[in-house]
């Protein structure tokens, strides 16, 4: 998580200007016991800009996981298996599937 942590970071200290730390707290975490838990912590978290008034969809926001998908910006992490794409289907209507 370090590591992720710390790419992001650096991207988007390059895409904003700045230098520094971006996250006002450490990480902290708890284990994620079942697909659908593991569902609404992927929504929720897609969600927060939209919440915070940053964008008005999910998919704009330039650091999210979603806008990864939709670029197929593989570059930080691999490229999601079918079993992510058949969990957030509203994707699929986008003929995002790889390969399709």
């Known amino acids: 998580m370090q590591w ?3 790419v992001f970071a ?3 200290n390059k895409t904003i200007g700045e230098n520094g730390h971006v996250w006002y ?8 016991d079942d ?6 912590v992927f929504e929720y ?12 969809k999910e998919e704009d926001y ?8 939709l670029d197929r910006n593989y570059s930080v992490l691999s490229p999601p298996c079918q079993l992510i794409w058949m969990l957030f289907p ?7 599937i790889p390969g399709k």
Not at 90 to 96: A, D
């Open 62 to 69: 330039a650091f999210s996981g979603i806008r990864h998908l």
């Open 25 to 32: 707290d450490r990480f902290w975490s708890r284990p994620i």
């Open 45 to 56: 978290i897609m969600a927060n800009p939209v919440k915070a008034k940053m964008v008005r």
């Open 90 to 96: 509203k994707y699929i209507s986008k003929n995002l």
């Open 4 to 6: 992720i942590l710390s």
């Open 35 to 40: 697909i659908r838990q593991f569902i609404s």
């Open 10 to 12: 650096v991207s988007y």
